[in-house]
């Protein structure tokens, strides 16, 4: 499985930007998606998911009503529509696949996706 992200960069307080993530290798509608970040000298966050068959969607609690995960089963793609974005948003954002951590219940642990991206700069100025 590869995963690429795209749609990084540098944008104001308040702006908006969509990350997308291309996954080839795979039948891709067999795996959950998430999306995670990596702040400057912080660990690693869980901020979203999105089932197979997009039948749920579930949120970090600082990005509800902002940010908004899909998936294009048809184009092996999911996105991640981010609005009102604020300075702590700044990371490095990272696309994740798994075929176990829906089934498990683990969609917000980073150890149970065995496929990641290489990750996309997100730079949110004040």
């Known amino acids: 499985v590869q995963l690429v992200e795209s749609g990084g960069g540098l944008v104001q307080f308040g702006g908006s930007l969509r990350l997308s993530c291309a996954f080839s290798?795979?039948?891709?509608?067999?795996?959950?998606m998430a999306w995670f970040r990596q702040a400057p000298e912080k660990g690693l966050e869980w901020v979203s998911a999105?089932?197979?068959?997009?039948?749920?969607?579930y949120y970090t609690d600082s990005v509800k009503g902002r940010f908004t995960i899909s998936r294009e089963d048809a184009n092996n793609t999911v996105t991640l529509q981010m609005n009102s974005l604020k300075p702590e948003d700044t990371a490095v954002y990272y696309c994740?696949?798994?075929?176990?951590?829906?089934?498990?219940?683990?969609?917000?642990?980073?150890?149970?996706?065995?496929?990641w991206g290489q990750g996309t700069q997100v730079t949110v100025s004040s």
């Open positions: 290798g795979r039948a891709f509608s067999d795996y959950v």
């Open positions: 999105i089932y197979t068959g997009a039948v749920g969607t």
């Open positions: 994740a696949a798994s075929t176990t951590a829906q089934t498990l219940g683990r969609i917000g642990s980073q150890a149970w996706y065995p496929y």
